[in-house]
């Protein structure tokens, strides 16, 4: 079993759709991030939260630290935030890094 | 700020060919991580620099190396090239880096071993 496990793998939606995607881990953690990635591999950093809940723009991040579990959720959804998103966790006492296989969404106008 | 830069972006290798891969981190970052992915294991960490020191390695065999060097730009090389070292190979900077903080990443070198 992967230390990180994203649901859905794929996800399909209308433009204006609430979207949502999960991210389980089975470590204690220090850091969570969540990372979006473009056709072509481009990656840019969205979040990095160790607690609660942060916004930005129609992108929002949650963690429940006790459940081992975030979500990403994006309001108003369009065609432009179709990408591949990753979740990564830094584990407590480790110095690295460890990704979920990506959930890759598409979002039709 | 420029952002981090990676070069060649794009790169076509034979098996036991070696290649060496730069990345130029983000002007006053001391962290450097390097990553492959490919599609069937994803994400995958490498190594990390800070300082000129390797500071984390992943598991990988020792035919995947790096540096970094007094300017904090970095190069990793992988020697004795086999099939399944086709990847996407991805660096990132950061200030402190261990995955403490935003990392930025550069494009990627699409790496094929023919």
């Known amino acids: 079993k992967n230390e990180v496990e994203q649901s859905p793998q794929n996800l399909t939606a209308q433009e204006g759709e609430f979207i949502t995607i999960n991210c389980s881990y089975s470590v204690g953690i220090s850091a969570l991030h969540w990372l979006q990635q473009h056709p072509g591999g481009g990656i840019v950093s969205l979040f990095m939260?160790?607690?609660g809940k942060k916004k930005h723009g129609r992108l929002i991040a949650t963690i429940n630290i006790q459940e081992k579990h975030s979500s990403l959720h994006i309001t108003a959804s369009h065609p432009r935030d179709s990408a591949v998103y990753i979740c990564?966790?830094?584990?407590?006492?480790?110095?690295?890094?460890?990704f979920g296989q990506g959930t890759r969404l598409t979002i039709n106008p | 700020k420029a952002g981090v830069t990676q070069t060649p972006r794009y790169l076509i290798k034979t098996r036991g060919q070696q290649v060496t891969l730069s990345c130029s981190p983000i002007?006053?970052?001391?962290?450097v991580s390097w990553y492959q992915q490919t599609p069937g294991q994803g994400l995958q960490f490498l190594f990390e620099?800070?300082?000129?020191?390797?500071?984390n390695k992943g598991n990988f065999p020792g035919r995947f190396s790096g540096r970094q060097f007094s300017n904090s730009r970095s190069e990793m090389n992988v020697s004795t090239l086999e099939l399944g070292d086709s990847a996407l190979y991805l660096c990132a900077s950061s200030l402190v880096g261990e995955g403490r903080e935003t990392q930025y990443f550069g494009p990627g070198t699409r790496l094929l071993v023919l």
């Open positions: 990564a966790v830094r584990a407590l006492g480790a110095q690295k890094l460890v």
């Open positions: 002007s006053g970052h001391r962290s």
């Open positions: 620099y800070f300082s000129e020191t390797q500071r």
């Open positions: 939260l160790s607690s």
